[in-house]
């Protein structure tokens, strides 16, 4: 992760700009040349008017995904992206670059749903480009990734079964954050506010350390709860690398829980991670349970969760019961590692989402803390963003640069300072979606660039509620073969209802309206992803090349 000291960033080289790979041929303008009165005057006309991003009105070749000049590219992150076969046999739909949106003959609408009226509100504005702004790419015939080699199991530990004893002042069970290399953290809550502790060691007889928990009182004035209780959080530190450990946690004298287990996290690409991810969940919908029995018939490192656990205002009460009253069972063992969606944001601006939530504290800004971080998981470097318009309206509102230190900056240096050999992305709003949605402009302007020069893999987003593989983007514009372009997977199917995208998207791969989740497996330089129905069906599986 990037340093905390604002002052001591790492800056690219303006000396030179180099070209992404396959570059479309744009031709950039320096920065000093858009300038101006007259640019100025349309600028805020356009915002005034059309309330579009500015930053799309800086240069033509935006449009087209070219890099800023003056801007240095990595040139290291070519990936090559293939379809394969699911496990049914049956092949994924595919939809042709030239296909017209039906939304343009009026024939999509917004679904009346249980959640429309409040998504219908906060969507960021669009635009439908086609395949026209995009310029002739040669397709490259991409070679499957190599065979990783022989994979490292997980360390086996027997620390009995999971157990909570009646009769304790238990209110949400614990749960498993900031889980690195070296340290974890576990989270729970009790009614009673007696001492709290974590006792945890190498095996299930000892030896045990016990370490004290920190303790925040939450009223019912803060919480509009039901009851008064304490959270209490512990830090563990110094733990071994690719370890596993038996926990419990005290109260008092009292086990509150017992049985429990933990991995730390590894740096080496022989052992695979195991990522679950899915959004838009929390509903606590009977789609909701069926999602969750079929995820927990399979075994994960980590948990991604791409926003909207909380429906429909993310309230305390609305965690407790619809995240970890659904969850406690995975939450105990696997840890989770959540970006903020927009009906978290619809309490007090997303508080109760930074109060339940134990998460890295790296942005530059106090205001920003907790909404956006990274992490390295084996070879994997992780970043979580905040994709809300509370957050990125005032970016775009500022595309001259003079606030600095914003979440765009810190995402730009930490992908600079990031040397992992994946670099995987996830956020809540989607930038390209065949939904009526269409494309969100306020995502492509002020994030993609700092995605696609830092050189990201793979991103993971939610919010419309169907699966959705897109064809691999250099900017806007699908690159056949996939070299030097990011797929998007939308993963909004983990409960809410469902809203079938009406196909023939030309930025589209595959979409598919049913309930279900995303299982991403990563060795070495191959990429598995499998989207899995509630029925255990695998109905999209994709392959990513590391090494291209």
Known sequence: PP???????????????????????????????????????VL??????????????LAVCGLAGCDDAGVATRVTYDRAVFAAPTDSGLPPRLHPPDAAHPRDAGAVDPPDDVDGAEDQADAAPETMVDASWCPDTPEVDAEPPPDPGPARAAPVLDCGQPRFPAGTGLRRAPYLQRVTRTTASVVWTSTT????RVRFGPSAAGPWIEVPAEAEQFPVERTADEVDYVQYAVDLSDLQPDHAYCYAVLEDDQLLAGGLIFDTAWSDDHRPVRVLAFGDSGNGSVDQIAVRDAFMQREFD??????????????????????????????HRVPTFPAIGNHEYDTQQGQPYLDVYRLFEQAYRPQDQERYYSFDYGPVHFISLDS??????????????????????????????????????????????????????QVIDAI?????????DLVLVGHDHHYERTLPMRGRCPVPGGRGAIPYVIVGTAGAGLRAAPGGWWTAAVDDARHGFLSLTIQGCRGVGEAIDTEGEVFDRFVINGCQ
Not at 193 to 196: K, R
């Open 193 to 196: 506010g007696g001492m709290g």
């Open 3 to 41: 340093p905390q000291d604002a002052g001591h960033r790492p800056v690219a080289d303006l000396g030179a700009a180099s070209a992404a790979p396959g570059g479309d041929g744009c031709q950039t303008t320096p920065a000093s040349g858009r300038s101006g009165p007259w640019l100025l005057l």
């Open 448 to 456: 993609l660039p700092a995605l696609q020069r830092g050189g990201v």
């Open 302 to 331: 980590l948990f991604l969760h791409l926003g909207d656990m909380a429906y429909n205002t993310g309230r305390f009460s609305e965690f407790e019961s619809h995240v970890f009253g659904i969850y406690r069972e995975l939450l």
């Open 44 to 57: 805020v006309a356009t915002l005034a008017i059309r309330r579009r991003s500015l930053l799309a009105l």
């Open 388 to 441: 809300n318009p509370e957050m990125l309206v005032p970016i775009l509102l500022d595309p001259l640069g003079r606030h600095e230190d914003d979440m765009i900056d810190w995402l730009t240096d930490d992908l600079m300072a990031s040397d992992a050999t994946w670099k995987i992305a996830f956020f809540h709003h989607p930038p390209f979606s065949s939904s009526y949605r269409g494309f969100n402009t």
